[in-house]
């Protein structure tokens, strides 16, 4: 690990997002932290990673992970019930911040349709769909737009909220930015678009307190 670089907290590294964030910052040389329930799904990278062993909504290994940390990146989901973690998961990360005198800045994986940024979805009748059917019966629960408005209600907390359109695994076709009430953009976007826009923030604090919807550049 360099140590003068920034050293960065990931939530989510074992993901499907998570691990194009690691493997991101890794190429950059960050130092890096990971929160890890299984770290054994991490062993090969050992040398390379410090891995604190725990849940997110652990709150004393939180804070251990957030320890002189920088920047958080959270790419936090699960869509198994009954645990839907990703609200508990950022309220306990925000109680976690506020226990820290020095208080990285945290970097939230959301979704386009969430909060504002409904009306981005109004002229598609997949997301329609998504946002008007999915959303109420399982969707707000994974999803979990309360973490938006928590994070959103936090003084005390330096965010950027990447909400993200529909996910592919397809490879990186570069990615657009949007605030809600701009125009909305293709439907999809490449995780490892997005883990590309996360970490563009870590050293770019232009979107700070921006809920930033991302969508397909091509
Ligand atoms: N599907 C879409 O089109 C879409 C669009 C926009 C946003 N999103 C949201 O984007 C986020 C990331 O998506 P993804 O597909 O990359 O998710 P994913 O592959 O399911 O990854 C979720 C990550 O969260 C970790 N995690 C779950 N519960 C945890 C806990 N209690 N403590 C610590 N870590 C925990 C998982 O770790 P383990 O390895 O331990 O399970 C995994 O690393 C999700 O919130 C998703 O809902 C999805």
Partial sequence: MNNQQPLIAIIGATGATGKYVLQGALERGYAIRVLARTPEKLSHLKEKVEIVKGSVDDVEAVK????????????????????YIVEKGVQTMLQAIHRLKNKPRFIH????????????????????FIVKVTFPLV???????????????????KWVIARAAILDNKPSRGYITRLAHESTGKMFISRQDIAEFMLTCVGDTSFDEKAISLFSAT
């Fill in 139 to 157: 969707g707000r629960e994974i999803f979990a737009d309360r973490a938006e408005q928590l994070i959103i209600a936090d003084k005390h907390v």
């Fill in 64 to 83: 251990q992970l957030f320890e002189g940390v920088t920047v958080i990146i959270s790419t936090l989901g699960t869509n198994k019930k009954p645990n």
């Fill in 109 to 128: 994986m959301s979704a386009v349709g969430l909060g504002n940024s409904i009306q981005q979805c109004k002229n598609s009748w997949l997301w329609t």
